[in-house]
C-alpha cells in the first residue's frame, strides 16, 4: 500500500498528475498517473482505496468503475466532514444534493407521523378527562351508584331507582366527619351493652332476634369488651343500603359485621355478625333432623365419602365450616341439580360464605354428615323481603 503522503515526497520533480474522487468522503486529490493500480490511504477519511488504471476508463475528477477496496472502519461523518475541502464558488457536487434531498424526504415523512400521534394521543386524554353523562350525579343517587362509588367519595341520599319500595340509599363518606362520628357513636354504644335487652336497640329486629341472641349467648348478660376506634367502613354493591364495617374494641380484638344504614338510623345485622345457625354442631349430632335447618358456614369443596354417600359419581362432598365450630360437618349434594349450580356458581372458588338449608338422611348413622337442601343465600344476611 502506498501512502498519498509518502507519494508526494519521493521525487519533487513534477509528474503528469490526474484528479481522483475518494468514493467515501468525495474528496478530490491528485496523484501520478503512473500509480495506477496500487492502493493508497485518502488523505480526508483515511479509507485505504485501489487507484483507477487507465484501463479502467476514469474521467477527469471521475470515479472508477472497478470496485475500490474499502476498509471495514466505520467513518465518523463529523471527521469526514471536516476533512472534506471547501468548496470553490459555483463549484458543486451532486452527492451533497443526494444527502439533502434524503433529509428532506425523510422529514417529509416524519412530520405527518408526529401530526397523527398528537391528534391520537389529544382524543384519548379528551375520553379519559371527559366526564361521562351516564354515571349518576351527586345529589342523584340511585342503587347502581353504590356499586360505583368503593371509595365513599360522597354523602348522598336518594331513591333506588326503579323500587319504590327500597329505602333511601345512604352513602358513607369517611372524609364527613358528622358521619363518622355518628357511627363511632352507634359502635360505642353497641359495644358497651351488657345484657341483650341493652343490645337489643342496636340490632336489626329479624324473626324471633331476642330468643336467638339468648340461646347464643347462653342467658341474658353479654361480655363484650368495650370500643376503642373505627378502622374501616364501606358500601358494598353487594348490600345496597347496608354498610360493612370493622372496628377494634380496648382488648383488642377485632369485629366485623354489616350495619343496616341509613341517615336518620344504624342497625346491626346481629346474626351475619356472629354467624348464627338454627343448631350448633353438636345439636345436630344428637338430634340429626331430618327436616331443613339452616346454618351460615364457608363452604368448601371435600373428598369426603363414606355411609349414604360413598358413590363419588353421584355426589359432591362440601366442607361445612363455621366460625363458631371446632369441626366441620360434610354437606352433599347431588351432582348436575339446581342447587349443586347454584352452590359452585363461584366456580373453583373456597371459603365461599352461604346460607344453607342442611338435614340428615333417614336412620343416619353419623352426626356429621347432611343433605344440603338448598341454598339460601350467598353471604351470610337475609335481606328484607321488601328489599
Not at 470515479?63 to 471527521?79: I, L, Q, T
Not at 394521543?121 to 342503587?143: Q, V, W
Not at 333432623?289 to 353421584?314: G, H, I, L
Request: aromatic fraction near 10%; glycine fraction near 6%; include cysteine.
Amino acid at each position: 500500500m502506498v501512502s498519498l503522503h509518502s507519494v508526494t515526497t519521493q521525487s519533487k520533480e513534477p509528474k503528469n498528475k490526474s484528479g481522483y474522487v475518494c468514493p467515501t468522503c468525495r474528496m478530490v486529490f491528485s496523484l501520478s498517473q503512473d500509480l495506477g493500480g496500487n492502493g493508497v490511504t485518502c488523505p480526508g477519511c483515511e479509507h485505504m482505496l485501489t487507484i483507477p488504471t487507465t484501463a479502467d476508463g476514469v474521467s477527469p475528477l471521475g470515479v472508477s468503475k472497478a470496485k475500490y477496496n474499502r476498509a471495514n472502519a466505520k467513518v465518523n461523518e463529523r471527521e469526514v466532514l471536516r476533512h472534506h475541502r471547501q468548496l470553490s464558488e459555483g463549484e458543486h457536487h451532486e452527492w451533497a444534493d443526494a444527502k439533502l434531498e434524503d433529509r428532506d424526504n425523510g422529514l417529509k415523512i416524519m412530520i405527518p407521523i408526529a401530526l397523527f400521534s398528537l391528534l391520537l394521543i389529544g382524543g384519548l386524554a379528551y375520553l379519559l378527562l371527559s366526564e361521562d353523562d351516564t354515571k349518576p350525579k351527586i345529589g342523584a343517587t340511585t342503587a347502581p351508584a353504590v356499586a360505583d362509588n368503593p371509595n365513599n367519595d360522597s354523602s348522598v341520599a336518594g331513591k333506588a331507582e326503579g323500587n319504590s319500595a327500597a329505602d333511601d340509599i345512604y352513602i358513607y363518606n369517611t372524609k364527613d366527619k358528622e358521619q363518622v362520628a355518628q357511627l363511632e357513636e352507634f359502635l360505642t354504644g353497641l359495644f358497651a351493652a351488657k345484657t341483650v335487652d341493652e343490645m337489643l336497640p342496636y340490632v336489626r329486629p329479624t324473626d324471633n332476634i331476642k330468643e336467638k341472641m339468648i340461646k347464643f349467648y347462653k342467658g341474658e348478660s353479654l361480655s363484650h369488651s368495650p370500643f376503642k376506634k373505627l378502622t374501616q367502613a364501606q358500601n358494598t354493591p353487594n348490600y345496597p343500603g347496608y354498610l360493612t364495617f370493622s372496628s377494634q374494641n380496648q382488648d383488642y380484638s377485632n369485629q366485623t359485621g354489616v350495619l343496616k344504614y341509613s341517615k336518620d338510623e344504624i342497625l346491626l345485622d346481629w346474626e351475619s355478625f356472629v354467624a348464627y345457625s338454627d343448631m350448633t354442631w353438636a345439636e345436630l349430632a344428637e338430634k340429626k333432623p331430618t327436616e331443613p335447618v339452616r346454618v351460615r358456614v364457608s363452604a368448601k369443596r371435600a373428598f369426603y365419602y363414606n355411609d349414604q354417600f360413598t358413590d363419588e359419581t353421584k355426589w359432591q362432598a362440601v366442607s361445612l365450616i363455621s366460625p363458631n365450630e371446632e369441626d366441620p360437618i360434610y354437606g352433599y349434594v347431588q351432582k348436575n341439580s339446581a342447587t349443586a349450580q347454584r352452590l359452585f356458581n363461584f366456580g373453583n372458588s373456597d371459603n365461599l360464605r352461604l346460607i344453607l338449608d342442611v338435614y340428615f338422611p333417614e336412620d343416619a348413622s353419623k352426626g356429621d354428615q347432611v343433605f344440603i337442601d338448598s341454598v339460601v343465600e350467598l353471604g351470610w344476611v337475609i335481606k328484607d323481603k321488601e328489599e
